[in-house]
């Protein structure tokens, strides 16, 4: 889903992210969140370039304490040092700018969720998905946000819950994938799928990965899994170095149900990671549920390039000899 941006006031405290009031112009100060990788000399200048060229056109920028202690930042009431990332501390912001690899992406998402304000990627990484600029664009990224030329796109998510003993003992989301892997590099984890209460196949494996459309280009594409553009709804099941003829990667509806059962008598304990940020143990017997997010991750567009552009510019496919449809 895409629609206007118009830069979101932060919900509730119940944190269910609802995009909520947002800010018009002339309606009163503007602000912008500030989140970077400031261990890296790249992301530091970045972010210095950024504040000043938004500082200019009359925009506050709110940093945190940690990270400005790193940036040459002025002394001016424009710049708000906040002391801790809470869904709060980005009340009245209309965008959340992140600079700084994939980890720091996901950190900016986990944000960007729980207050309903829209992210703004600058990939300072290596291939950077979830970004939508490089840090050669840093001008026309400050220039989009000042002039509000850009569009926000929502993004489904996971929500997870993990069943052991009978109980429900973790609930958690995932922008990207919940990965349920094991611990003891000796020894597979015997798992069996479930997919809408029934069950698909069973098997010693090394994980599996659950993910998003936006998470088929992340750890379920290292594991195998298929290339899916954002616009599709769907859920994806992905076998990691699986011992088992039928192994393979499952693409189901986005209303579907997927689980994963960690096999009781024998099989070793195993983790779920979820965005590679977020652990929980998986003991034998445990039970690991996937769905749709009910609260998705807004993404604020500065272009509308295809995702095959995208594809082929990320992972620098090679496409010379192409001459398209016939005139």
């Known amino acids: 889903m895409t629609e206007t941006a118009k830069p979101a006031h932060s919900p509730d405290p119940a944190h269910t992210a609802k995009p909520a009031h947002t800010v018009q112009p002339g309606e009163g100060p503007r602000s912008v969140f500030l989140l970077a990788h400031t261990g890296r000399p790249a992301a530091i200048r970045s972010a210095e370039l950024v504040v000043q060229g938004l500082l200019r056109c009359g925009l506050g920028v709110r940093v945190l304490e940690e990270e400005a202690s ?24 209309e965008l959340l700018v992140v600079l700084g690899g994939d980890g720091t992406l ?5 944000l960007a969720r729980a207050s309903g304000v829209p992210m703004l990627g600058v990939n300072l990484g290596r291939v950077g998905f979830l970004a939508e600029a490089e840090r050669d664009d840093l001008d026309r990224v400050v220039d989009r946000v000042v002039t509000r030329a850009y569009d926000v796109e929502e993004r489904m998510t996971l929500d997870v ?12 989301w995932a922008l990207n994938e919940a990965a349920v892997q094991k611990i003891s590099p000796e020894r597979m984890l015997e798992v069996v799928l479930e997919i809408d209460g029934r069950p698909v196949t069973g098997f010693g494996c090394d994980g599996i990965v659950c993910a998003t459309p936006t998470g088929s280009t ?4 290292s594991a195998g899994g298929p290339v899916v553009w954002p616009e599709v ?40 990671w979820c965005d590679g940020r977020r652990t929980v143990p998986l003991p034998p017997g445990a039970r690991v549920e996937v769905r749709r997010g009910a609260v998705p991750v807004r993404l604020a567009r500065l272009h509308h390039a295809s995702f095959t552009d995208r594809l082929v510019a990320k992972f620098a496919l090679p496409v010379s000899g192409w001459r398209g449809a016939p005139a």
Do not use: N, W
Not at 161 to 172: A, E, I, P
Not at 233 to 244: N, R, Y
């Open 161 to 172: 819950l993990v069943h052991s003993g009978g109980k429900l003992v973790h609930t958690d």
């Open 106 to 110: 996901l950190r900016g998402a986990e």
């Open 218 to 221: 992340a750890y379920a594409f």
């Open 70 to 93: 790193d940036l040459p930042l002025p002394e001016t009431p424009q710049v708000e040092l906040i002391q801790e990332a809470t869904p709060e501390a980005l009340d009245g912001c």
């Open 233 to 272: 709804e769907a859920l994806l099941m992905v076998p990691i170095s699986a011992h088992a003829l039928f192994a393979k990667p499952l693409v189901t509806s986005p209303s579907s149900i997927l689980a994963v059962e960690v096999q009781e008598g024998g099989s070793p304990s195993g983790v779920l």
